[in-house]
């Protein structure tokens, strides 16, 4: 089950999200706070699998609540707050984006919200670090984070990381790839992630152990995840 925390103190758009969300027989919602001092408490005490945090609430603003969580060392590890707001001004003062799942404006899109909410849970077993070592990564290859190509190649990674003998199997990895975000056209889902991987210029990278890693350019998916395992391992 994926337990959701809303936090907004409209009420009328708090209990759409509510409803829409409801309609996910794996979604639970837990309840809906109304300012930030309780959802951060809320928070705490509950455990959410994600929290849909609204920006511009009394008491405490959403960005106090971002900022107040990530002194918990619990939820340094996580990256599980998804942002909806409408206010601009109050977006462009998050200062510690590492820590939110994903940023989206008023009127919500609701199929990617979703796809965004499973996706924290999906990533609820990974080892601690893996996905920030893959934030950093994707970081310093330039690669933008919240493509369809670069989502899937994080997912790709995740699988050939977890298995033991490190085959990689592409078709098996785009199978696994298209039950998770029930996308059946796998062509698209191989075409993402190709795409992505030939948009980047290795001979611009900086950081010292992505350039040992990835010494040259590679053109292959299989290739490109072969040496993204060599640079987590040597993390």
Known sequence: M????????????????????????????????KDGMEAFNDYLSLKPTALILDLDMPVMSGIEVINELSNDTNFDSKKNVIVVSGAMPFR?????????????SKPIDYDRLIEEIREIKRNEGLKPSLEQDLDKMFTGLDIKPYT??????KTAINIAYYDVERDINISNIIRHISFSYKNSHLDSIQSAMDKTVNTIYYKKVKDIKLKKAFSADYKTTKDFINRALYYIDNT
């Open 2 to 33: 994926i337990d959701v925390l809303i936090a907004d103190d409209s009420a009328v758009q708090a209990e759409q999200l509510s409803n829409v969300l409801s309609k996910e027989k794996d979604f639970k919602i837990l309840k809906i706070s």
């Open 92 to 104: 462009s003062q998050i200062s510690n984006p590492d820590k939110i799942k994903w940023i989206f």
């Open 148 to 153: 369809k190509g670069s989502r899937y190649l």
